[in-house]
Structures are given as structure tokens and as C-alpha cells.
């Protein structure tokens, strides 16, 4: 098992992404802590892995130091945090407000940001650590109806390139996944607020793929595995795309 011993925080992982990641990640021999915005749905999936969950919005510091907090008095010290909470609002960026800018630029860049200013001086002062980031190909190649969510998600594929650097000489290892359509709640949620042009939407994004076909979570969370575990010692400051060929570069 190559997590044996250590200790994962997943944000998000009550569904889709996270959830399947969290099941690896304790498939691998991880303690596995799960922090979700739905708390009933986290400690289910918790409960199955023998984990430990708790309420998290990754949009306020506050919540995001409490379950830092609980999670390492529960499980120990966190060795691997996969920052994969996110959200969006799909509208074409005419439509939107400064309202909806906040929030979701708290929710997929802020949350990164407070996660990993939790987590990150423990490892460091540890000398031991990863750090996965859940980004999109949205931040890659632009996803209409999609504005703040890929300016969000091009500023965690940034982020991540600094922190590799910053946090090298600790001998802590960060990286990103950048995933395509995926099937998950997120993923369905385009056609639910945006309708037929969401449904659309949705589909030209699986015909841009090369594989021509949506994901399936678990396709994700084995990329994000690799890169928490050694046998991704070698690298840093990668965002490695999941998304069936969508982008290549
Ligand atoms: N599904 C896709 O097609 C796709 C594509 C690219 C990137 N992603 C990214 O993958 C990650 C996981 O998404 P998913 O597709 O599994 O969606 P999902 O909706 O199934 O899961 C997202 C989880 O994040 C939680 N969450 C949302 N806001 C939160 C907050 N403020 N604090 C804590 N938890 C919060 C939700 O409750 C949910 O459990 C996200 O970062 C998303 O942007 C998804």
C-alpha cells in the first residue's frame, strides 16, 4: 500500500471527485479526514473508510482552521491535503455580479489558498508533505458560461507552481490535476441552470475531448493518488490533465 501510515484531508470529499479520491486514498492505507460543506454526506462516505469528517467551507478561514484542527487531533498531522472543493454558478459572464465573482472565487481560489496556508507550514517544519490540487481544464483552455470559475481555476494551476518552489526546499511536493467533463453532480449542474445551452455546453466539451467520452471520478482521484504518493517523487509544480486528451499541453 503506498499511503501506509499517513494521514490525507480531502475538501469536498462528500461527492463526486473527492469521494472517490478519499476511497483510494484509504484504499492506499490512508487515515482519511474529510471536510464538506455537507456534513451528513461526508460522514458517510467517512464512515465507510473509518475516516474522520467534519463541517468545512473552504470560503471561511475560521472553518477552514477548525477542521485543520480536528482533523489532526483525530488522525495526526496531515501529510497529504487534496484541495478539491469546488463549485460553480454557470452563467456567460454578462449575466453575472459582483456577488457571484466573490463566491465563487472564494469557494475555488480563496479556499485553496486558506487550505494550504493551514496545512503547509506543519509539513514544512515536518520536512514531509504533498499537495494535490483539483484545478480544470477550464483554467487551461477557457469554459464558456464558465468566466470566474476559470480565472479561479488558471489561478490554482499558478498557485501551485509557486508553492512547488516555495515549499521544495522542505522537501514538500505540490501539484494539480486538471479534469475534464466528469460525471459528477458539478458536472450536470451546467444543464440544470443554463438549460438547453447547458446541455449543449456540456456535450461540446465531450466532443473536444479525444476519447470522446465524459470521465468517471475514480478516473481522477487515481491521477491524484499518484501525485500525493511517492511514486511521484520526482514531481513538482505539475498540473497533469485528466480529461480523456481535451488539451495536450
Ligand atoms: N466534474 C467535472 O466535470 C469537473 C471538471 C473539472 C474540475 N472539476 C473540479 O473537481 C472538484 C470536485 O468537483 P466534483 O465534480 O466532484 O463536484 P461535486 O459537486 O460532486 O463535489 C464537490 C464537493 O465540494 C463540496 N463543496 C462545495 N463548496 C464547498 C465549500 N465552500 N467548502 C467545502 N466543500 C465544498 C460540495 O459539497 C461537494 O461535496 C472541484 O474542484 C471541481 O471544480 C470538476
Request: glycine share 12%; with cysteine; aromatic share 6%.
Amino acid at each position: 500500500m503506498r499511503l501506509e501510515g499517513k494521514t490525507a484531508f480531502v475538501t469536498g470529499g462528500a461527492s463526486g471527485i473527492g469521494a472517490a479520491t478519499a476511497r483510494r486514498l484509504a484504499a492506499e492505507g490512508a487515515r482519511v479526514a474529510i471536510g464538506d460543506l455537507q456534513e451528513d454526506a461526508a460522514r458517510e462516505v467517512a464512515g465507510e473508510l473509518d475516516g474522520f469528517a467534519c463541517a468545512l467551507d473552504v470560503a471561511d478561514t475560521g472553518s477552514v482552521r477548525a477542521a485543520v484542527a480536528a482533523a489532526e487531533e483525530t488522525l495526526g498531522e496531515i501529510d497529504v491535503l487534496v484541495n478539491n472543493a469546488g463549485t460553480d454558478r454557470f452563467s456567460f459572464f454578462v449575466n453575472t455580479d459582483e456577488e457571484l465573482w466573490d463566491f465563487v472565487l472564494a469557494v475555488n481560489l480563496r479556499g485553496v489558498l486558506a487550505m494550504t496556508h493551514a496545512v503547509l507550514p506543519g509539513m514544512q517544519q515536518r520536512r514531509s508533505g504533498s499537495i494535490v490540487n483539483v484545478a480544470s481544464e477550464a483554467g487551461r483552455v477557457g469554459s464558456q458560461g464558465s468566466a470566474v470559475y476559470t480565472a479561479a481555476k488558471a489561478g490554482v494551476i499558478g498557485f501551485t507552481k509557486v508553492i512547488a518552489r516555495e515549499a521544495a526546499r522542505y522537501r514538500v511536493r505540490c501539484n494539480a490535476v486538471a479534469p475534464g467533463p466528469i460525471e459528477t453532480p458539478l458536472l450536470n449542474a451546467a444543464p440544470a441552470m443554463l438549460g438547453e445551452v447547458g446541455e449543449r455546453l456540456k456535450q461540446a466539451m465531450v466532443d473536444s475531448t479525444a476519447l470522446k467520452r465524459s470521465g468517471e471520478p475514480d478516473e481522477v482521484a487515481a491521477a491524484i493518488v499518484f501525485l500525493a504518493g511517492e511514486d511521484a517523487s520526482y514531481v513538482t509544480g505539475q498540473t497533469l490533465n485528466v480529461s480523456g486528451g481535451l488539451s495536450m499541453w
